[in-house]
């Protein structure tokens, strides 16, 4: 079992920024692929960023191509979402997940692919 903790949410203006971390405890996911999520008010969740185990390979949703950058430090075990020049539509509940058993430069963009997710970080953006 993996448990993964976010943090780094909070209140920020328009144009500001943000960085996400999702670790998780008890145990190493280097060998997971990790994706972010979101989810605001009334909406459905949907897919933000993934990255592949070995941290070569990403993909972003077009939303927030060019202004979020996923990453990951597997000797610190922890996956980082930058979030620049943020806008009020980017409101939401941030998730991480993790997904083992994949080709170490594979990721995956279904939020059903993935085994394990954390609690949730609130990002609010004010206009």
């Known amino acids: 079992q993996v448990q993964l903790v976010e943090s780094g949410g909070g209140l920020v203006q328009a144009g500001g920024s943000l960085r996400l971390s999702c670790a998780p405890s008890?145990?190493?996911?280097?060998?997971?692929?990790v994706g972010w999520f979101r989810q605001a008010p009334g909406k459905e969740r949907e897919f933000v960023a993934t990255i592949s185990s070995n941290g070569i390979r990403t993909y972003y949703a077009d939303p927030v191509k060019g202004r979020f950058t996923i990453s990951r430090d597997n000797a610190k075990n922890t996956v980082y979402l930058q979030m620049n020049s943020l806008k009020p539509e980017d409101t939401a509940v941030y998730y991480c997940?993790?997904?083992?058993?994949?080709?170490?430069?594979?990721?995956?963009?279904?939020?059903?692919?993935?085994?394990?997710w954390g609690q949730g970080t609130q990002v609010t953006v004010s206009s």
């Open positions: 008890g145990r190493s996911f280097s060998t997971y692929a």
């Open positions: 997940a993790a997904v083992g058993g994949l080709w170490s430069g594979s990721y995956s963009r279904g939020a059903t692919d993935y085994d394990y």
